[in-house]
């Protein structure tokens, strides 16, 4: 383990570590308001993981010309070693499903954390009104026995050859309001303007097909 014998892991500690985890990447801001603190005392706890490599803090600027570089926080695989060591993690947890490596476009993924960020305030602005969202980067999530993520779909659409249409929504949710009794449940698409919405191809993984 990393950790230095003078150093102790609070439950905050494991709190900040577990959110990191489950989101992949976040900037500060979105861990200060995932744990309701301020920007500065993030920083300052942030700064102390990181003495410790159990976290790793990259700055990049997306299409940003003016200010400072945003910090883009990630866990280390020694802070994932410490989220199994305190059984918040499978022992048989890829590292690549637990830190930054197995992520594709990092924009993407921020704007799908903004948003999930977004639908947890909603539980504050309305109480009788609850949220879950179930991530396919989860690493929290069991996953099949092909390694495909609790949030996938394969759908068979030709029985004849057998072909099938498979479908990873960037993120399923659901809202229940436990005053009516009743739960929505979405899919999430973040589109980056780079997918179609409609395709004539056959089989083509548009907008429109994801949906149908």
Do not use: W
Not at 44 to 65: H, K, M, N
Request: proline share 6%; charged share 25%.
């Amino acid at each position: 383990e990393a950790v230095s014998m003078t150093f102790r892991l609070n439950s905050r500690d494991y709190a900040i570590l577990t959110s990191i985890a489950e989101h992949r990447i976040l900037a500060v801001r979105h861990i200060a308001a995932l744990h309701q603190r301020n920007t500065r005392a993030v920083r300052r706890r942030l700064r102390a993981l990181r003495e410790q490599e159990l976290i790793r803090i990259d700055t990049e600027v997306f299409g940003r010309s003016r200010g400072r570089p945003e910090g883009l926080i990630c866990v280390s695989e020694a802070g994932a070693d410490v989220l199994r060591g305190k059984g918040l993690l499978t022992p048989d947890a890829p590292v690549d499903q637990v830190t930054a490596q197995g992520v594709g476009s990092v924009p993407h993924l921020l704007l799908t954390n903004d948003f999930r960020i977004q639908l947890g305030q909603m539980e504050r602005l309305i109480p009788a009104v609850t949220t879950r969202f179930f991530s396919p980067l989860s690493p929290f999530l069991p996953r099949s026995a092909d390694g495909m993520p609790l949030v996938h779909e394969r759908i068979p659409v030709d029985p004849a050859t057998g072909r099938c249409v498979e479908f990873t929504p960037d993120g399923v949710l659901a809202i229940t309001h436990a005053e009516a009794g009743k739960m929505l449940l979405f899919f999430l698409e973040v589109d980056m303007g780079t997918e179609t919405l409609v395709s004539h191809r056959p089989g083509g993984q548009d907008v429109r097909q994801k949906i149908l």
